[in-house]
């Protein structure tokens, strides 16, 4: 139940960015990788990318290894069997072929939505766990067990989790990334913390977030802290998707400061924790992906969410969940790819305030935000300036 797939695109602009072919390289042998993708349009040379980007819910590293019970505890985890294993953050980035801007659309993790294979309608963040309990016993009748146990059934749970996302936004996923629990803790203290704000103080026991009000850096279990609350927060989800877009914009602006690039150290220990924290499809190639995002040293990434019809609609068997319209999401992202969408701003959100002050399930008009991006005066700055939000 937190915000982690910023984390993986925050390294991905690091891989992209100026003089980091070497490193690049390095990343690309070590990484976890899954077979999950069953198009080879990625690999096109000018071929639109869209790279499913999500923070898993697990307590294993992405070679299936069990975290340790301090860290689990450290970071406010629970214990080796909590989670469920759920994608509790879900963002697509969308790559343009051609060249032009890159876009993020965040997908609140309980939107309520088909998911393939037959298993009904359900919150889009249990796609995973229920294509990998699905195979997992098939897989152990197969006598695969341990590490690679938990491997390939995650494969199949990203397999669903794909095929949910491309029946809600129609897009066509080219790339799949995930990072795991004790990964974005380790990634974001690797860059040395990352410049957040907060217009008022928080003390959240759920999620271990207990910050002041004002602009401060977090690192390791703090910044997962402050990505993983909703209790508290007026719009609740919807508010975390917003945190989650202002905290990477924030983190990729300092992954491509000049201070940090520089600094061999950071660099060493940054790819140290993305071989642990990240899994990715078997034809991602980072080098591919660089040569199709040049203007990323500027923070020139857009993020929006998708539009919402109710935030607080009551499902049969799924508890409260987010109604979702998926012509009018698939129109929404067609159109602000086209340039002729005008997204409303995050900043009030009226579904998200009637969720918060518990209001019955209503029928209201799609509403969409986007945060933001840290100011491009900032570049290069060891303290960017960074929008203060809840």
């Given at each position: 139940m937190?915000?982690?797939?910023l984390?993986?695109?925050?390294?991905l602009l690091?891989?992209?960015s100026g003089?980091?072919?070497?490193?690049?390289?390095?990343?690309?042998?070590?990484?976890?990788r899954?077979?999950?993708?069953s198009?080879?349009?990625?690999?096109?040379?000018?071929?639109?990318?869209?790279?499913?980007?999500?923070?898993?819910?697990t307590r294993?590293?992405?070679f299936g290894?069990?975290l340790?019970?301090?860290?689990?505890?450290?970071?406010?985890?629970?214990?080796?069997?909590?989670?469920?294993?759920?994608?509790?953050?879900?963002?697509v980035v969308?790559?343009?072929?051609?060249?032009g801007?890159?876009?993020?659309?965040?997908?609140?993790?309980?939107?309520?939505?088909?998911?393939p294979d037959?298993f009904?309608?359900?919150?889009i963040n249990s796609?995973y766990?229920?294509?990998q309990?699905?195979?997992?016993?098939?897989?152990?009748?197969?006598?695969i067990?341990g590490?690679?146990?938990?491997v390939?059934s995650g494969?199949?749970?990203?397999?669903?989790?794909?095929?949910?996302?491309e029946?809600?936004t129609?897009?066509?996923?080219?790339h799949?990334a995930?990072?795991?629990?004790?990964?974005f803790?380790?990634?974001?203290?690797?860059?040395?913390?990352?410049?957040?704000?907060?217009?008022?103080?928080?003390?959240?026991?759920?999620?271990?977030?207990?910050?002041?009000?004002?602009?401060q850096?977090?690192?390791?279990a703090?910044?997962?802290?402050?990505?993983?609350?909703r209790?508290?927060?007026?719009?609740?989800?919807?508010?975390?998707a917003?945190r989650?877009?202002m905290?990477?914009?924030?983190?990729?602006?300092t992954?491509l400061s000049?201070?940090?690039?520089a600094?061999?150290?950071?660099r060493?220990a940054?790819?140290?924790?993305?071989?642990?924290?990240l899994?990715?499809?078997?034809?991602?190639?980072?080098?591919s992906?660089?040569?199709?995002?040049?203007?990323?040293?500027a923070?020139s990434?857009a993020?929006?969410?998708?539009?919402?019809v109710?935030?607080?609609?009551?499902?049969?068997?799924?508890?409260e969940?987010?109604?979702?319209?998926?012509?009018?999401?698939?129109?929404?992202?067609?159109?602000?790819?086209?340039?002729?969408?005008?997204?409303?701003?995050?900043?009030?959100?009226?579904?998200a305030?009637?969720?918060?002050s518990?209001s019955s399930?209503?029928?209201?008009?799609?509403?969409?935000?986007?945060?933001?991006?840290v100011?491009s005066?900032?570049?290069?700055?060891?303290?960017?300036?960074?929008?203060?939000?809840?």
């Amino acid at each position: 139940m937190w915000l982690l797939a910023l984390a993986v695109a925050s390294v991905l602009l690091l891989l992209v960015s100026g003089g980091l072919i070497l490193t690049a390289r390095s990343v690309d042998a070590g990484l976890s990788r899954v077979d999950v993708i069953s198009t080879s349009l990625g690999s096109v040379l000018g071929a639109d990318e869209n790279i499913l980007l999500v923070g898993l819910d697990t307590r294993t590293d992405s070679f299936g290894n069990p975290l340790p019970a301090d860290q689990l505890a450290a970071l406010h985890a629970g214990g080796s069997n909590d989670g469920g294993d759920q994608t509790d953050t879900i963002i697509v980035v969308h790559i343009p072929g051609g060249g032009g801007p890159a876009r993020g659309f965040s997908i609140p993790r309980d939107s309520y939505v088909e998911l393939p294979d037959g298993f009904g309608q359900h919150k889009i963040n249990s796609a995973y766990a229920y294509g990998q309990n699905a195979a997992r016993g098939q897989l152990a009748r197969k006598g695969i067990s341990g590490n690679e146990l938990a491997v390939q059934s995650g494969a199949a749970g990203a397999r669903t989790s794909i095929g949910a996302v491309e029946s809600l936004t129609g897009l066509t996923i080219t790339h799949f990334a995930a990072v795991n629990l004790a990964g974005f803790a380790d990634i974001s203290s690797a860059v040395g913390g990352v410049p957040v704000c907060l217009n008022s103080a928080v003390d959240d026991s759920f999620s271990g977030a207990h910050f002041p009000a004002g602009q401060q850096t977090v690192s390791g279990a703090a910044a997962l802290a402050f990505v993983r609350q909703r209790h508290g927060l007026p719009g609740g989800d919807l508010d975390r998707a917003r945190r989650q877009q202002m905290f990477l914009s924030s983190m990729a602006h300092t992954v491509l400061s000049s201070t940090t690039l520089a600094n061999a150290t950071t660099r060493a220990a940054l790819l140290a924790a993305v071989d642990k924290a990240l899994t990715v499809d078997r034809s991602l190639d980072v080098l591919s992906l660089a040569g199709q995002l040049p203007g990323l040293g500027a923070g020139s990434i857009a993020f929006h969410t998708i539009p919402v019809v109710n935030a607080a609609y009551d499902t049969a068997d799924d508890g409260e969940a987010v109604q979702v319209d998926p012509n009018a999401v698939q129109h929404y992202i067609s159109a602000t790819l086209s340039g002729s969408a005008t997204p409303t701003s995050s900043s009030a959100t009226p579904d998200a305030a009637g969720a918060s002050s518990g209001s019955s399930a209503r029928a209201a008009q799609p509403k969409t935000g986007a945060a933001p991006a840290v100011p491009s005066s900032d570049a290069g700055t060891t303290a960017p300036t960074v929008l203060c939000i809840n």
